[in-house]
């Protein structure tokens, strides 16, 4: 084993900014390792308590968190999720992309999070939520009632006799979730996909949840049944990109319609949680009705966090290293030091993420210390064995050292990029695993994040282009780098029939010459030439000037990548080293990095340069791990060469990428002179590699 100092040398900084964002509990997974329970603990007893209580008595409750930017309001819920997930099935909605589509938004996701299997569980929360229903405590009827579908139907109508939504077909689709052959066909009817009539008949259902009214009802549905089974706790997080209102303030009366419309029609069993930064809730407050604001059961402020539990925060970060040691550090926070948190604040009160950011600064400022010192020791003088280094606890007097200073400020400019693409790459990677299909997404919440990502390269755009008042929220229009006016529609539902009134909405934007290209965009199928909306698409689409693309799943990671990282920016939840950059400034990090590069849709369309194609389609583009490998090692200034392969063979494990092949990139940047091996006669596993200084 090594010193701890040879750890720190070779190791991933471990306050990481990559990190601090915190975001969807069922896409994040945090480690309980880093929490801290002293901190935030008196929140997490109130909510617990009000749980019992909706548990109890199934009335349905609402809770405001609201909290400073960077206090830790979204990895608390995380927490919740963690601590009482055996107690409620738990729900992430994030902002919605029209107001118009709320219900159906909030059943979307609400399914989708009732997909999700929790820990220590072999089966999903939705499954687990029909299975505690009452007819499945008696074991003697569990075969007869899965394998006979009227007779499942007919139980569960026995058991709620009245006020069920469309109670038949709602009851068929609930057995259809039991059966493997149907449930996926089930579980896509209930989040709201707009199936086609085929698929319909295959469940028995007349027709999709394709309106806001059906999505409230089906919702209804969930909250009465769910009185028989454990509560379900709906989680509102990164509420600062939802639409704005007439009145030019974000539109937060349409989540407080659908909370006072659950508390108004004693829906039971939900707990609502809003997690909401303070200074919005305080601008938009008097934008909502005061009946509706009367409808929070429970404001809960978070606190700032005391020294004893920034001190445990680094605590928490530090501990996988110094198990790494030969020994223990003398401090259990080495090699930082308690009295950097006194002189940073003297009030003895901070925030988590400033603590974080700090610790950051700090280890970051030791490492590189750790190098000068080593590289400036006299010729003459036999190098000693790091393993014997005195530890030195880093002070208020050696950060001011001029050799800190010339680390630190290598490029501070290439070194925010590079993070920025290193934050990037983490947020793709957790896309590609959510997303696994282009309809896992709405049609308005597509064009959207298509929306975003035009902005973000200097196209202005309008929104709801399509002369369709059902379905304009899914086509912009913008005017393209050619000065040519574009319109596009986004709509992936399977349904031919909506498919066919979107294309008479295309008709008339052609007649009108509202545009002179029109773009459709659709993965799914076009429907048989006989059908009406293929015959229309056929007239329209045939040729120049408008155009079909068919979407690629990878452009939607692209798109929900980047629209993720807008979520967090509007809620200040995104850290780039210790920057928390704006809208604005997202969008340069954007342009500068050029992460969207690859994205094939908006090269289609004419905004982005098309990438020369791969002469060899079998061979695996190394371009994006070499990128990942010089942004790693740029970031943390120097790592140890196998800290630098493993966390690149993680990042690309979904690729055919070894360690032979990292090795051999790590080589060539070597011979490029943008990275050196800083003791090339070592051993491998001993080799610090660094950034060589003004390398691109």
Not at 537 to 552: L, M, N
Not at 630 to 653: A, E, I, K, W
Request: some cysteine; overall charge positive.
């Amino acid at each position: 084993m090594a010193s701890i100092d040879r750890v720190i040398q070779r190791e991933v900084n471990p306050f990481d900014p990559a990190t601090f964002k915190p975001g969807n509990f069922w896409q994040e997974q945090q480690d309980p390792a880093l929490n801290v329970n002293s901190i935030h603990q008196e929140a997490i007893t109130i909510i617990e308590s009000i749980l019992a209580q909706v548990a109890k008595d199934r009335r349905t409750r609402t809770v405001l968190l609201a909290g400073d930017s960077g206090s830790g309001k979204s990895h608390l819920l995380g927490r919740l999720k963690q601590a009482l997930n055996s107690k409620a099935f738990f729900v992430y909605i994030d902002p919605w992309a029209d107001s118009n589509f709320i219900w159906r938004h909030i059943l979307r996701q609400t399914v989708d999070s009732l997909l999700k299997v929790p820990e220590g569980q072999q089966e999903s929360q939705l499954l687990l939520w029909l299975k505690s229903l009452s007819i499945f405590k008696q074991r003697s009827l569990i075969d007869r009632l899965i394998g006979d579908r009227q007779a499942f139907i007919n139980k569960l109508r026995a058991s709620f006799p009245t006020d069920i939504y469309n109670a038949r077909e709602f009851f068929g689709v609930l057995h259809d979730l039991l059966n493997p052959e149907t449930h996926f066909l089930a579980c896509d009817w209930l989040r709201g996909d707009n199936l086609d009539e085929d698929a319909l008949k295959v469940l028995k259902v007349k027709q999709a949840i394709d309106s806001e009214e059906a999505a409230q009802n089906i919702l209804f549905n969930l909250g009465k049944i769910s009185s028989q089974t454990q509560p379900i706790v709906l989680c509102f997080d990164n509420l600062d990109n939802i639409p704005y209102s007439s009145n030019g303030l974000r539109n937060f009366q349409a989540l407080f319609d659908f909370n006072s419309m659950l508390h108004n029609q004693y829906i039971p069993n939900f707990l609502i949680l809003i997690s909401i930064i303070t200074n919005t809730w305080i601008r938009n407050k008097d934008g909502i009705q005061g009946a509706d604001v009367a409808r929070i059961d429970t404001y809960i402020k978070l606190k700032s966090i005391n020294l004893e539990q920034a001190e445990a925060l680094w605590r928490s970060r530090l501990f996988l290293l110094h198990q790494q040691a030969d020994k223990l550090p003398s401090s259990p926070i080495y090699p930082l030091n308690r009295q950097f948190l006194e002189d940073k604040y003297p009030g003895g009160k901070t925030l988590p993420r400033d603590v974080l950011s700090l610790g950051r600064q700090l280890f970051q400022l030791y490492k590189s210390k750790l190098l000068i010192s080593e590289n400036t020791k006299p010729t003459s003088t036999p190098k000693s064995n790091p393993t014997t280094n005195k530890q030195k606890i880093i002070n208020s007097s050696t950060i001011l050292q001029p050799e800190y200073k010339k680390i630190e400020e290598i490029d501070e400019n290439q070194e925010l990029l590079a993070a920025f693409q290193l934050i990037w790459s983490k947020e793709l990677q957790k896309i590609e695993q959510k997303v696994t299909r282009i309809r896992q997404l709405s049609s308005p919440e597509l064009i959207q994040m298509l929306r975003e990502a035009l902005e973000a390269l200097n196209i202005k755009t309008k929104p709801r282009f399509l002369p369709s008042p059902t379905y304009t929220s899914y086509s912009l229009s913008y005017v393209s780098p050619q000065q040519k006016k574009c319109g596009i529609v986004w709509m992936e539902d399977p349904n031919m029939t909506s498919f066919f009134h979107v294309m008479k909405g295309c008709q008339k934007a052609v007649e009108k010459n509202l545009c002179q290209t029109l773009f459709l965009i659709r993965a799914e199928a076009l429907g048989s030439n006989k059908t009406q909306g293929y015959q229309t698409y056929k007239q329209i689409f045939a040729g120049a000037p408008h155009c079909h693309i068919v979407p690629d799943l990878t452009s939607v990671h692209y798109l929900a990548t980047y629209h993720s990282l807008v979520n967090a920016v509007s809620s200040r939840e995104l850290v780039i080293r210790d920057k928390i950059p704006n809208l604005n400034e997202l969008q340069a990090f954007v342009r500068k990095s050029q992460v969207l590069k690859y994205c094939t849709l908006l090269q289609v369309i004419g905004v982005l340069a098309e990438q020369p194609s791969n002469p060899n389609p079998k061979q695996v583009n190394l371009e994006p791990v070499t990128e990942f490998i010089m942004n790693l090692v740029t970031t943390q200034h120097f790592l140890g060469r196998n800290t630098l392969v493993q966390n690149t063979l993680d990042r690309f494990s979904s690729l055919p990428v070894d360690e032979i092949q990292v090795a051999d990139l790590i080589a060539k940047l070597c011979q490029e002179n943008k990275l050196q091996i800083l003791d090339p006669n070592a051993k491998p596993e001993a080799q610090l590699i660094c950034l060589v200084p003004n390398s691109k």
